[in-house]
């Protein structure tokens, strides 16, 4: 079955680190990529996908993340963080080319930046 | 903006209880998803619907079972609430191909 690991699980920075969060997925094939951000209190939303094309997505509020097919990943960056980015972030794979539009998410990190 | 609302934001039931939760989506989605959400398990999915009066099992579906009788509207029902179902449930809409959009949330509680 497919799966999604998310490697960091509690990630403390201070304002203005860059940060780089790891997104790994067990599908081989076509597969469709989210990451959404939870900020205390408020619901989930959606950060960046990728689809198709440049694998280098931009997304919301600065970050960006890069596809790499060969080692099925699909990283969350971005270059300087700031204490409002204090929330958990979710990675999440579609693997049936949106048939479904079905979800697997992996297991979240919480991310703290200090001022 | 899309807007998915769910009936409650708590609720505090007792085992054996018949639970329902409600999620209303505004954007004629075809597809709707139920999640749980638990502390370093991240989101597991339940049920979901990808048309009226349709539905599958996700990954978790034992304890539960799903309503969809208009296209808007997706129900998940506990039929007997047990502790273990204590958690964060979110509801989910998306059109065909394309991102899912969240509701706030309900967080059950059942002691």
């Known amino acids: 079955a497919q799966s999604v690991s998310q490697h960091n699980h509690h990630v403390i920075l201070s304002e203005a680190a860059s940060l780089e969060l790891g997104c790994n997925y067990s599908?081989?094939?076509?597969?469709?990529l989210f990451w959404y951000v939870q900020y205390p209190g408020q619901h989930l939303q959606l950060l960046l996908k990728y689809f198709s094309g440049d694998p280098l997505v931009k997304g919301i509020k600065g970050f960006e993340a890069e596809f790499i097919k060969s080692k099925f990943s699909f990283n969350l960056r971005k270059p300087s963080v700031q204490w409002s980015d204090t929330a958990e972030y979710f990675c999440?794979?579609?693997?049936?080319?949106?048939?479904?539009?079905?979800?697997?998410f992996g297991t979240g990190t919480l991310l703290a930046v200090q001022p | 903006d899309v807007k998915v609302t769910q009936s409650s934001r708590y609720l505090v039931k007792r085992t054996g209880e018949k639970v329902f939760l409600e999620c209303v989506q505004d954007m004629d989605h075809e597809n709707m998803f139920w999640y749980r959400q638990d502390p370093g398990l991240g989101l597991r999915l339940i049920y979901f619907s990808y048309d009226v009066k349709m539905k599958e099992k996700g990954d978790i579906p034992e304890g539960y079972s799903v309503s969809r009788e208009k296209k808007e509207r997706f129900s998940l029902i506990l039929e007997s609430a047990s502790t273990n179902q204590t958690s964060m449930y979110l509801c989910a809409s998306s059109p065909r191909v394309t991102e899912q959009y969240f509701g706030p949330g309900t967080r059950l509680t059942v002691t």
């Open positions: 599908y081989g094939g076509t597969v469709n």
């Open positions: 999440a794979v579609n693997d049936d080319g949106g048939a479904t539009n079905k979800l697997i």
